[in-house]
């Protein structure tokens, strides 16, 4: 199971219990029994954000690992939505990558679109923290939701590959989908993963974790 933790003021976490499966329903579950097959994609932990000023999760050996975003609502506008790499346990979130990156947009008011490269956003053997959104507005109807997903991390012998795609309802206000794909530039096993936005707090929103084997 991985560790969750959430940083800053008011921050909560929570693990959505595990499934117990009888023959009618599912219903205040704690067990799936061993003779049910679940497939290879297992949930393994949830985290509810309430004025955090990030959100960490710990990473074990899946071979693959998919977070998922809902509506992170960011407390200040025009933010982005990073997150970086450790190799030591959450001391320090400093790993290299080299990354790309492209935005589709479309403002409500149907007078401007676009879809174009982004290199103002990627990194070149950089230890930042990697965006995967740009300008998010904070108004009370805005959020961020999309997906992340991170290829064998435990794996001492290849880079750390990574693919994300995130929409957004900016500040003008418009629609961006943010396209982010690159690698962790390590042969070191990735042990945690930390998720902010550039300023301020993550106000409200879940991310959950699931794990492929």
């Not at 499934?19 to 949930?43: E, H, Q, Y």
């Not at 998919?66 to 407390?75: D, E, I, K, L, T």
């Amino acid at each position: 199971m991985a560790l969750t933790r959430l940083t800053g003021a008011n921050a909560l976490s929570g693990n959505v219990p595990a499934a117990n499966f009888n023959n009618a329903s599912l219903n205040a579950v704690t067990s799936i029994p061993s003779s049910i097959a679940t497939g290879d994609l297992k949930f393994i932990s949830t985290a509810t954000a309430s004025s955090s000023a990030s959100i960490e999760f710990s990473l074990g050996d899946y071979k693959e690992y998919q977070f998922y975003f809902v509506n992170c609502h960011p407390q200040n506008g025009s933010v982005k939505f990073q997150f970086n790499f450790s190799t030591d346990n959450g001391s320090n979130y400093n790993v290299t990558k080299t990354t790309t990156a492209f935005i589709s947009s479309h403002s409500e008011d149907d007078l401007y679109t676009n879809l174009a490269y982004q290199g103002s956003n990627d990194l070149a053997q950089s230890t930042a923290f990697q965006d995967l959104t740009r300008e998010d507005g904070n108004g009370t109807n805005a959020s961020i939701s999309g997906s992340l997903t991170i290829f064998n991390p435990s794996s001492s012998t290849f880079v750390k590959h990574f693919i994300s795609k995130i929409n957004s309802k900016t500040y003008y206000p418009e629609i961006h989908t943010f396209f982010v794909a690159g690698y962790g530039n390590t042969i070191s096993p990735i042990t945690n993963i930390k998720f902010q936005f550039s300023s301020g707090n993550i106000d409200a929103g879940q991310i959950l974790l699931f794990g492929v084997n």
